[in-house]
């Protein structure tokens, strides 16, 4: 019997397991998956806790109820990746053998990093939205914030859903609003990217929106310390921005895991294949999602896609034919906006997002690079999407893995 270990399972590890259970023979292959956490957590719900849209029921489950049968859940820590042994060694003591290894062990936030950042004042004054830890104390401090300055700040690049924080931004302005104490209460956008946001055409858009909502942007912002005392951050170059309630994305890395088994670069993220995802080291090693050092972004939605086109591919491993080089960094992101609104990009390693209308050229529903109501309706769907398709790996309707897939989603691509 030949054995597929899955390290993870988060948004990408549940998928693969969906996909595969169906696929491999369970006569020749026995299917694990091991994880630290009894829970399984909607993260793109952490954007709408604080502002108490989403409870935290909405967001979490438990994660076994995910995991298909005839795959093993294994819930511990892992504690080392032996490549040169085909094995992982869980935190017990107890080893694992495979032939294959898929890891999907995400990425997480790491505060400690940046001097002064998770010291007395984390969660007093200093908070992250990215952990369900963060967003719940953020929105016991928001329900009760009299105003003031808030800053809004990524420490680097590159962090999961990178429109995210400025989603973050959008919906505090709209927050604030109706909560009649706009005036009361000045947002500053703090970045260490020369704009909005990593794609040109989308910062020209993301640029215009804080403009009109009167959010302060602060570019090139390379966070040195935050100075906690004096309630301001100061970067390389000696600028200061002050705060009373600072909204931070510290840095992210992959798990210490990758670092002990000698796996990662500097960040922790394994060295993939931009178009396989076979690890560069190992050839019987797949990685996906948050895990990789692809310079795709890092979502759920790329993890989707990425998902259908490693199943494919471990397939073909075993049946000893090529891989397909099909991964194009495909990835489809709401951008929610606030007041009732979003926008909707769509991009991939070589095409910047365009106009038009998605998924259907010309008819839409969703429009790109416009904000919509029905666009926010789609962000809102994307968490019914999320628990009862993505996650259980089923395909979405018209949607492809590609972006440019038999011109199905690009009017350009005709
Ligand atoms: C605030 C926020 C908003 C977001 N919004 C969106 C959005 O609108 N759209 C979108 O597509 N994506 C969004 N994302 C990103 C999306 O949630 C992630 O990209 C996605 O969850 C990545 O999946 P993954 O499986 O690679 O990692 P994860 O889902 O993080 O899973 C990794 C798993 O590995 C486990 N693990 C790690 N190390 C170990 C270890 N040593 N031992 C045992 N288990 C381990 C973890 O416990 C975890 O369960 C958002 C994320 C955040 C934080």
Same mark, same amino acid.
């Given at each position: 019997m030949k054995k597929l270990i899955i390290l993870g399972a988060g948004t990408s590890g549940t998928m693969m397991a969906n996909h595969l259970v169906s696929k491999l023979d369970k006569k020749d292959w026995n299917i694990t998956i091991v994880d630290q956490y009894e829970t399984h957590y909607y993260q793109p719900g952490f954007l709408f806790l604080p502002f108490d849209i989403y409870t935290t029921k909405q967001v979490k489950k438990k994660g076994k109820k995910f995991i298909p049968k005839g795959v093993n859940y294994v819930q511990e820590k892992i504690e080392l990746i032996l490549p040169a042994e085909n094995k992982v060694t869980l935190e017990s003591g107890k080893d694992l053998n495979y032939d294959i290894l898929i890891v999907a062990t995400g990425t997480k936030t790491a505060p400690d990093e940046t001097e002064g950042m998770d010291g007395p004042e984390w969660y007093k004054s200093i908070f992250d939205f990215y952990t369900y830890e963060g967003a719940k104390a953020l929105r016991d401090k928001l329900r009760k914030w009299e105003g003031g300055k808030l800053v809004i700040h990524i420490t680097e690049m590159p962090i999961k859903c990178p429109v995210a924080p400025l989603e973050f931004a959008f919906l505090a302005d709209s927050f604030f609003k109706h909560k009649g104490m706009r005036d009361k209460v000045d947002i500053t956008f703090v970045t260490p990217l020369d704009g909005a946001f990593t794609k040109p055409k989308a910062t020209a858009a993301l640029h215009y929106l804080l403009e009109e909502k009167n959010i302060k942007e602060v570019t090139n912002f390379n966070i040195e310390r935050v100075d906690y005392e004096n309630n301001k951050i100061i970067d390389y170059a000696d600028t200061e921005v002050e705060y009373d309630l600072l909204v931070t994305v510290p840095t992210n890395m992959g798990d210490a895991l990758i670092e002990r088994s000698g796996?990662?670069?500097?960040?922790?993220?394994i060295p993939t294949?931009?178009?396989?995802?076979? *690890?560069i080291d190992n050839e019987n090693i797949f990685a996906i999602g948050d895990a990789t050092n692809l310079p795709a972004s890092k979502a759920g939605s790329v993890a989707h896609f990425e998902a259908e086109i490693l199943t494919d591919n471990i397939l073909r491993y075993i049946n000893g034919e090529p891989l397909k080089e099909?991964?194009?960094?495909h990835a489809n992101c709401f951008i929610e906006t606030g007041n009732g609104k979003a926008l909707l990009i769509d991009f991939n390693y070589t095409h910047e997002p365009v106009e038009g209308t998605f998924p259907f050229p010309g008819v839409g529903p969703l429009s790109l690079l416009k904000e919509s109501r029905t666009n926010h309706m789609g962000k809102m769907a994307f968490r019914w999407i999320y628990w009862n398709m993505l996650i259980k790996g089923i395909h979405i309707p018209f949607? *492809?893995?590609?972006?440019?897939e038999k011109g199905k989603n690009y009017e350009e691509a005709k």
């Open positions: 796996m990662g670069d500097d960040l922790n993220y294949n931009k178009a396989t995802l076979q *690890s099909e991964f194009d960094g949607v *492809s893995a590609t972006m440019t």
